[in-house]
C-alpha cells in the first residue's frame, strides 16, 4: 500500500517536520513491513508561464513547430523564446514551463539548446513529462484544469508534484490498512496523534432513495452463502466526463500506483483509497432494468472491462441486469456498461461480497484487481453507504453533476461476535505483566467495545467485540496478539528455554548415527531423497522375486506420478544415480538411511475422521491413530559404481 504523506495528514495529526523515514519506523512499530519511499522525480525551477505571442512555423518534414515567447516572471529571466510542438494552446494560456536547470523523470534534464532554427531557452511540459499520467498529445493548460495562479509561481507545488508517499507492505489478515483511512489509524497507533476518520462526514442523509431496483437472488447452490450481504447504488446525473481532474488528485493517485483514467473513474479510485472500499460506475443510460445479484448459470459467459470473453462458473458472483451480466462482482465490471467519454448519468455501486467467492473467481479467471485484493481480505460491511455517498458528492464537486434520490439499498444486520478474554489469559501467552488498564486500553484504542465479563464460571476478564474493520480478530489469541502490538513487541523479553539435564540421544539414535558416520567415513556420500515413488518401482524393488505387495497410496500426494509410500530405499538411490551420471559424473558412493513402509496385505490403513487440531486427542483416539499408520522400520542402503580408486 502507497500512502501519500498529504493524504495521511488529511486524517491523522502528522508533524509538519516528519519525514518519510519517521513515518516508516513509526508503522513499522504496529507490526507493517517497510517497502521503499515513492517520489515524482522532479527538482526545478518548474514554473507558471504565460503565452504572449505563438508563430507556426511548417517544417520539411511536415511537422508544424510552435516558435513561442513564453513570460514566466522577472525572477525567471522574464519573456523566454521556446520552440514547442503541441498545438492545443493559444496566446494567453498559462502553462508549465521547465527552465534551463530543471529535472525531470526519466532523469531528464533541461537545458537551453538549438532546435528547428532557435534557441528553445526551457521546454513546455506535457502530463508524461511530469509524471502526472499518460497524455502526450498537448502540454499542460492550466486553465483546463481550473488553475489561475500568477506567472511565476511553482508548478511542483502547485500541482502536488512535492509530495511523497511511503510504501508498506500489507498482510493478508490485514486488509483494512489497503486504505488511507486504516493506514492514518494504525499511525495513531503508534504515536499517539489524533486521529480523523474519513467515514464520519457531515452528510445531510446517508440512506439512498428506492428509484433504482436491486435484488441479491443468491441461494449459493455450491457453498450455502449469501455472495452480497449489502448492495448499496446511487445516481449521479448529467455530469461532463470532460471535466479535468484535479491536479491534486491525479497527483495522489499516481503516488499510490494508479494511473488517471478521466474524472469518474479516477472518483471511484480515489474513494476506493480512501476508504478501502471498492466502487463500481456504471453508465445508467447503458442499463436495462433493475439490478440482481446472483450466481451465474451453466454456459453464461460475459465481456469484462479488459475486452476477454469469459467462460463463467456457477460459482462466480455477478451483476445483472435484464441484458445478462454486467459485472462480475467484485473482481471486475463489464464492457457493456462502462463508462466512457459520452456517459452522462451514472450509477455508482458499493457493496459487500463474501470473500470466499471473490477469492475464487479472482483466481479462477486469473483476473486480479484492486478490488478483488481488498474484497477477498474482508471490507468493513458499515463503510458502503458512506463510500456511496462520498464519490457521488466528489462527482457533483468535480464532475458538474447532481445527486439524486435515486438508488437502491439492501443489506443485512451486521453482527459481531462476542470474545470472552479470561483474566491473566495475555500476560500468560506473551510473557508480559501487562496491567488490566494497558490491556483494555489496548482493546478500546483499536476500536474494540471491552466489557467486564459476566458469562458463567469466569474469575474475572472481559468481554470483546471486535470493530467491523477487523474481520482477523476471531479468538482470545487475537486479541493478545493486539495487545502485545499495540505496547511494543519490543516489551516481550527474549528468554532461551532451559533444557532438561541428563538427556540426550536414545540408542536407537546414537546407533543410526554409528552406522551413517561409518559410511562417511568409508568414503561414501549421504543422499537423501523423498520418500514417494510408484507401485512398479514398489514391486520391483520391495521383494527379491518382484511380486505385486500392498503399498501405501497418499490421498493428497505432492507428485502425482508418484503416489505411494516407498517400501524400498532403492528406487531413491538409483534416481540420485541417474542424474549424476547424465551429467558426466560416474565414480559414485551414495547411500541413505530412511524410513520404508511395509503394510500388512488385506489390513486397511488410514482413517476418515480427523480430530480437532485444537485441543489433545484423547489417548483412545491416539491409539486409533496409531493403528491406523502401517509398520515404518529404518533401513540403510548403499550403491557404488564406476571405479573404487580415481582414475
Known sequence: MRVPLSWLREYVDLAADATPEDVLAALVTVGFEEEDVHRFDITGPVVVGQVVSLEPEPQSNGKTINWCQVDVGEANGGIRGIVCGAHNFVVGDKVVVTLPGAVLPGPFPIAARKTYGHVSDGMIASARELGLGDEHNGIVVLSDLGIDAPVGTDAIALLGLDDVAVEINVTPDRGYAFSLRGVAREYAHATGATFHDPAERDFAELQPGTGHTTVVDDVAPVRGNVGASEFVTRVVRDVDPSRPTPPWMVARLSLAGMRSLGVLIDITNYVMLELGQPLHGYDLDKLTGGITVRRAHEGEKMTTLDGVERALHTEDLLITDESGPIGLAGVMGGGTT????????????????????????????????????????????????????????????????????????????????????????????IGVDYTDEEITGALTTIGAEVSPSTGSGTQGGWTVIPPTWRPDLTDKWTLAEEVARIHGLDRIPSVLPTPPSGRGLTAHQQGRRRVADALAAAGLV????????????????????????????????????????????????????????????????????????????????GTDEVPPLGERPSDETLAELNASIPPQHRFVSGLLTGHVAPR
Not at 474484497?375 to 447532481?402: H, K, Y
Not at 541417474?578 to 559414485?588: F, M, P, Q, V, Y
Open 526 to 605: 549421504e543422499t537423501p531423497s523423498f520418500p514417494f515413488t510408484t507401485e512398479a518401482q514398489n514391486d520391483l524393488h520391495g521383494s527379491a522375486s518382484g511380486e505385486h505387495l500392498p503399498s501405501i497410496r497418499l490421498a493428497n500426494p505432492l507428485d502425482g506420478q508418484a503416489p505411494y509410500l516407498r517400501r524400498s530405499l532403492i528406487p531413491g538411490l538409483l534416481q540420485t544415480a541417474h542424474r549424476n551420471i547424465s551429467r558426466g559424473l560416474t565414480d559414485l558412493a551414495i547411500f541413505e538411511t530412511g524410513v520404508v513402509f511395509l503394510p500388512e496385505p488385506g489390513v486397511q490403513y
Open 338 to 429: 462502462e463508462m466512457s467519454d459520452s456517459t452522462r448519468n451514472v450509477m455508482i455501486e458499493a457493496a459487500s461480497f463474501d470473500p470466499t467467492t471473490i477469492a475464487r473467481s479472482a483466481r479462477r479467471h486469473k483476473l486480479p484487481s484492486e478490488a478483488s485484493k481488498r474484497f477477498e481480505r474482508g471490507v468493513d460491511p458499515l463503510i458502503p453507504f458512506v463510500a456511496a455517498r462520498r464519490a457521488a458528492d466528489l462527482m457533483v464537486e468535480f464532475a458538474g453533476g447532481t445527486l439524486t434520490e435515486e438508488g437502491g439499498a439492501l443489506f443485512t444486520e451486521v453482527f459481531v461476535a462476542e470474545i470472552e478474554l479470561p483474566a491473566g489469559f495475555v500476560q500468560g501467552l
